[in-house]
């Protein structure tokens, strides 16, 4: 075969096979924050954002746009963008400026068994060529379109990881891509697979981003980690009530002999009393379920000698 018909089949079959890849279905994407509705940097408005975003989706090849009112087989995700931030900064050893938007897009889907939510983040910069009001203009649009094309990008990642049998999730732990292991971390925390824990666990070192945190305190919680409540006590020390009683919670619905005991110090010793009461609350609790899943098992005893 000639090199450059060669050539041509490969074009093909690649397009060939990208076209077969599953399309996912996006409802009409909603914008929110004001920085997409009234930003001069931008040089252009809310419709400016939805036709660019919208533009990243289907140029990825894996987004289908359907309208509210067609029918769908397949119940569609929908999209929420918001851009926290457009900001120009100087960075060290460089004299040129850049502009950079963060964008955080939130995916939801409804109509099954369970609601499905997920969030992607993202950050575009450039740098500003011109020193003029237009310069920056151009600069900022093209962190835009980059941090747009870096969350529809994630998105993909997200609802692969989705598709992703257990086994395939935990070999993408070990991704060079940073953002396949989180994405591979996530599904498999939600579906409650052990390779997941010690990874979160590890997580709660990090104290930095106290959202991060809380996040992952709930993961570990809806898996009922019992090897987390060490480092959830750990993590308890020093902090303040509000955010203790987020872990005092988060112990008791893990439950065990541990979580248990520490649950009845607290309850019985600690020096602020909606922290005590919080443990009590949480211990009775633990109480009730166990004592439910007892006359439950004895139910079935009883049913199947």
């Known amino acids: ?60 090849g894996r987004f289908e746009l359907v309208a509210d009112e067609d029918p769908k087989k397949v119940r569609p995700w929908r999209m929420s963008l918001d851009l926290p931030f457009t900001r120009e900064v100087l960075k060290d050893g460089n004299p040129h400026s850049f502009a950079e938007v963060g964008a955080n897009l939130s995916l939801e889907r409804f109509g099954g068994a369970v609601p499905q939510h997920y969030e992607v983040v993202g950050l575009g910069e450039a740098q500003v060529q011109e020193d003029s009001e237009e310069g920056r203009r151009v600069a900022m649009r093209a962190a835009l379109e980059s941090v747009l094309r870096q969350v529809t990008e994630s998105a993909l990642m997200q609802l692969s990881a989705l598709e ?23 599904t498999l925390a939600e579906r409650k697979h052990p390779a997941a824990a010690p990874l979160l666990i590890e997580r ?20 009922k980690a019992k090897s987390a409540v060490p480092a959830l006590i750990d993590l308890a020390r020093g902090r303040d009530p509000g955010f203790l009683q987020e872990i005092v919670f988060a112990v008791g619905e893990i439950g065990g002999p541990e979580a248990e005991a520490y649950l009845y110090t607290v309850a019985q010793g600690h020096d602020t009393p909606s922290v005590q009461a919080a443990a009590q609350q949480a211990l009775d609790t633990l109480y009730a379920s166990r004592n439910h899943a007892t006359v439950e098992a004895r139910g079935q005893g009883h049913a199947n000698p």
Do not use: W, Y
């Open 1 to 60: 075969m000639k090199p450059a018909l060669l050539l041509t089949s490969c074009v093909l079959l690649l397009g060939a096979c990208r076209s077969q890849a599953p399309r996912h279905p996006v409802a009409p994407v909603e914008l929110s924050g004001d920085t997409v509705r009234d930003n001069a940097l931008l040089g252009f408005g809310p419709d400016g954002v939805r036709e660019l975003f919208s533009d990243a989706l289907e140029g990825s």
């Open 164 to 186: 992703r049998t257990d086994e395939a999730l935990v070999t993408d732990l070990r991704a060079v891509d940073a953002r396949i292991r989180e994405f591979a971390l996530r």
């Open 204 to 223: 709660l070192k990090d104290t930095s981003d106290a959202d991060a945190v809380r996040r992952t305190i709930g993961a570990l919680a809806e898996m």
